[in-house]
């Protein structure tokens, strides 16, 4: 099974960026398709953007125009470039993977995760 390993997180005022990183090891065939999730303090995990092996991306609507998801799969590492920030993004950033999703922004249709990295957005 991979172990994902996510870094990048950091504190940051409302309009900056952050570019969060995802290191898959391990066997890659449950890497096919890869997704950042987030979960504010209190409430559940949410799908935040997918790409999969073919270049399939999927955005969740209140990330669409500030957050970008690629993939480099020589290094089998996932990138969530994050702009334009607000304080509602604040919560921890997973990543997931797995060989197969139907819906890739749903939590429960992937098996392995990293444990997290922390953003926090102030005003």
């Known amino acids: 099974q991979p172990q994902l390993m996510e870094s990048g997180g950091d504190s940051v005022q409302a309009g900056g960026s952050l570019n969060l990183s995802c290191a898959a090891s391990?066997?890659?065939?449950?890497?096919?398709?890869m997704a950042w999730f987030h979960q504010a303090p209190g409430k559940e995990r949410e799908g935040v953007a997918s790409?999969?092996?073919?270049?399939?991306?999927a955005y969740a609507d209140s990330v669409k125009g500030r957050f970008t998801i690629s993939k480099d799969r020589r290094k089998n590492t996932v990138y969530l470039l994050m702009n334009n920030l607000t304080p509602e993004d604040t919560g921890m950033f997973y990543c997931?993977?797995?060989?197969?999703?139907?819906?890739?922004?749903?939590?429960?249709?992937?098996?392995?995760w990293g444990q997290g990295t922390q953003v926090t957005v102030s005003s």
């Open positions: 997931a993977s797995d060989s197969y999703a139907e819906d890739t922004l749903r939590a429960d249709e992937y098996n392995y």
């Open positions: 391990g066997t890659t065939f449950s890497t096919y398709v």
């Open positions: 790409i999969d092996n073919d270049g399939l991306i």
